[in-house]
């Protein structure tokens, strides 16, 4: 079985990407679950319902969340409903709306998918969250008589060192797990010992010769002279596709390899 874990979607250039990659990329990997990170999908700031329904055209069939998801509340609904392939991340306080894991059915069986937020991530210092080492665990416990294919975990976070630690802590428990929130891939995509992908950051899909997917007309004054301004998208130049193709035994819900897929388009 092959799952691709897509990295951040940033904007309409990164809709753009995977708009253009995704059909054949399905195809030539054989692939048969996209599952993609979609916090940065409508101007950078969280997934509105239109943009959700937009990446499910383009194949993607569930997404994960991260620091940005609930900037827009109009994706509260659907984050709460089960049947949604869409989560938030999971250690947010209880009473956050929506929830995060889910459950999507495949032919091969279903798959678990967790969403987790680090501990240190720059701009969500404000919100407060629950060690996602426990709250992983919690509902590792909580599912493991449900019988599925896969557990895919997302790891949206800024520290290498938590972005690293929590693939060995999950090795051997779940099928891949998976980092993003850097927008810059790293090159360490490994099978760990006991049989769980890891990658550090996935990287993201949108436009290459930018800040992270941020105008660098729009970032650079702010840096070097101090001055306010505000975080504009960049849309057109060259565009990046980065993902993980994660490869796994049904019967053991492990990963038997792992290979990036790097993708421009001019
Ligand atoms: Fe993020």
Redesign the pocket.
């Known amino acids: 079985m092959n799952i691709l874990y897509v990295g951040?979607i940033m904007g309409e250039a990164g809709i753009d990407t995977i708009t253009t990659l995704l059909p054949g990329i399905k195809k030539d990997k054989a692939v048969d679950l996209v599952i993609a990170q979609a916090?940065?999908v409508s101007g950078g700031k969280g997934v509105t319902p239109d943009d959700f329904n937009r990446l499910q055209a383009a194949g993607v069939d569930f997404c994960t969340g991260?620091?940005?998801t609930m900037h827009q509340q109009s994706i509260f609904a659907l984050l709460s409903d089960p049947d949604e392939p869409i989560i938030r991340p999971a250690n947010y306080p209880a009473d956050t709306p929506g929830l995060g894991y889910k459950y999507i059915g495949t032919p091969q069986g279903d798959v678990l998918v967790i969403s987790l937020l680090g501990q240190i991530?720059g701009r969500d210092a404000d919100k407060p969250t629950d060690n996602p080492l426990h709250v992983v665990d919690k509902i590792l416990e909580e599912e493991k008589d449900v019988a599925r294919a896969a557990t895919i975990v997302n790891f949206?976070g800024d520290f290498s060192s938590e972005k690293r630690v929590i693939g060995y802590y999950l090795d051997g428990r779940v099928t891949a797990i998976i980092g993003d929130?850097w927008h810059v891939p790293t090159a360490d995509a490994m099978v760990l010992p006991k049989g769980t992908a890891h990658q550090t950051d996935v990287g993201m899909c949108g436009s290459l010769h930018s800040s992270l997917g941020v105008k660098l007309e729009s970032v650079i004054p702010r840096w070097r002279d101090g001055r306010q301004t505000v975080n504009q998208l960049e849309q057109g130049g060259t565009l990046q596709f980065n993902a993980l193709l994660i490869t796994l035994d049904p019967a053991t819900g492990l990963a038997t390899g792992c290979e990036r897929i790097q993708q421009y388009i001019d």
Do not use: R
Request: charge should be negative; proline fraction near 0%; hydrophobic fraction near 20%.
């Open positions: 951040d916090e940065n991260g620091n940005w991530v949206h929130h």
